[in-house]
């Protein structure tokens, strides 16, 4: 599965653009991490325990994107966005769009 985030592939043509595929995710840390990440914040610091469950969602919903695709028979994914919000204190959703297509290498 080819994924980007422009709106064509380079070599290749778009012979079928078939539906908008996504994936989303929302995600939560372990309280005791969450307790970790306020003492960073107060002694300034990378929230590492925050980067990890972002990190995490977007394989998470890339992956439930992709699914989608390959289930329209896609071999491609373009235009690809990730959007990000908060649900709550430690809880983030992640979602991920694009357009499911089938690519033909370019002749000539």
């Known amino acids: 599965m080819i994924l980007t985030n422009i709106d064509y592939v380079p070599g290749y043509d778009v012979s079928e653009s078939l539906d908008l595929v996504k994936g989303s995710t929302i995600r939560a840390k372990h309280v005791g991490k969450d307790i970790l990440s306020v003492f960073r914040q107060i002694v300034g610091g990378e929230l590492k325990e925050y980067s990890e469950m972002i990190n995490e969602s977007r394989q998470i919903s890339t992956g439930k994107m992709v699914a989608e695709a390959e289930r329209l028979g896609a071999n491609a994914i373009i235009n690809i966005r990730f959007a990000t919000s908060n ?11 694009g357009t499911a297509v089938k690519l033909t290498k370019k002749v000539g």
């Open 87 to 97: 649900v709550m204190q430690g809880a983030a959703e992640i979602l991920v769009y």
